[in-house]
């Protein structure tokens, strides 16, 4: 079946312009996560869903971060007033039923801030 | 606080030779696992490993976990040159939580 899709692999947009990332599961799983990888660096844990719901924000860096969840499946990270900092790679994984299962990656969302 | 660490950061090789990557950890687990990442894209699973395992096998990849030391080993026998990627381990923190990734360790293979 098919994997973690994400759309769009690359943006790049000004300093100051609001973003929309998307991510599609894989049908069925119930956790989705969000990361933020800066070039080089490991993975920032950014927000975790369980279903349609949130239990851990704790990763979000600004309240310029924001995501939402619906129907279960489909996710979307929006940044508002996006910063140069904010320039990263964005990536989705997905898993089944509990957070410890193994975690399937989407190929991520190029973002750069000019 | 980070919950897996790699080491070393980086590691070259020569095609052949065997590369071994270390993870510690500070905290109980149910399970540790093994990424990998070509390109600064998406990671792909390698290996599981439970709590109550010590050791585990696939293909060309042998894992150790040791719970005393809070410490997990990644060995890959006879490397190739496709092997060059970036590997992480991640952590649970022993409940239902997300894992927890390393900042992983960067392997290159010279053939």
Not at chain 1, 29 to 53: P, V
Not at chain 2, 70 to 82: D, Q, V, Y
Request: aromatic residues 8%.
């Amino acid at each position: 079946g098919a994997g973690v899709s994400q759309s769009p692999s690359n943006k790049v947009t000004e300093k100051g312009k609001d973003v929309e990332l998307r991510c599609d599961p894989i049908s069925g799983h119930t956790a989705l996560y969000w990361y933020r990888q800066s070039l080089g660096q490991g993975l920032e844990f950014l927000i975790y869903f369980q279903g349609n719901s949130a239990p851990d924000k704790s990763g979000l860096p600004s309240d310029r971060f924001s995501a939402e969840r619906t129907g279960g499946s489909v996710s979307t990270l929006t940044i508002q007033r996006t910063q140069q900092e904010d320039s990263a790679v964005y990536l989705c994984a997905s898993s089944g039923r509990w957070s410890t299962d193994t975690q399937y990656f989407g190929p991520g969302t190029r973002l750069t801030v000019l | 606080s980070q919950q897996g660490e790699e080491d070393p950061q980086a590691l070259s090789i020569q095609e052949g030779e065997n590369a071994t990557m270390n993870c510690s950890y500070k905290t109980s687990i149910n399970n540790l696992q093994w990424y990998r990442q070509n390109s600064g894209r998406g990671l792909v699973h390698l290996i599981l490993i439970r709590s109550n395992e010590r050791e585990k096998h696939s293909g060309r990849l042998r894992v150790t976990l040791d719970t005393s030391k809070k410490s997990s080993s990644l060995l890959i026998t006879a490397s190739r040159a496709a092997d060059t990627a970036s590997y992480f381990c991640a952590t649970d923190g022993g409940g239902n939580t997300p894992l927890v990734f390393g900042k992983g360790t960067r392997l290159s293979v010279i053939a």
